[in-house]
């Protein structure tokens, strides 16, 4: 059974804030994007649900491990921003 990386039941509240604060980060300069602490917590715990979904479908089994979390977090925040950047891309033009 897959989970996604943030339901898993070993990843706390704590850890999730850590690990959506650092996605979020990583996602904000690999996409250079600027916005602040708040922002890349809540980018990146929203990440780590689309990523996990994505594993899951995938069938890429995650077992709550910190660094793979981080990864699927990471990757999902990375999708997540650039497709925000798009939309809004085509908004504003």
């Not at 039941?9 to 916005?35: C, D, Q, W």
Request: hydrophobic residues 55%; charged residues 15%.
């Amino acid at each position: 059974m897959t989970y996604a990386a943030m339901g898993h039941p070993e990843v706390g509240f704590l850890m999730m804030l850590l690990i959506g604060a650092l996605a979020g980060y990583i996602a904000e300069k690999a996409t250079n994007s600027n916005h602040g602490l708040l922002t890349n917590i809540l980018v990146g715990m929203a990440a780590a649900f689309i990523g996990g979904k994505i594993a899951e479908v995938l069938e890429i089994p995650l077992t709550g491990e910190f660094f793979k979390t981080l990864i699927i977090a990471t990757l999902g925040a990375i999708l997540l921003l650039s497709l925000w950047r798009m939309v809004r891309g085509r908004r504003d033009a």
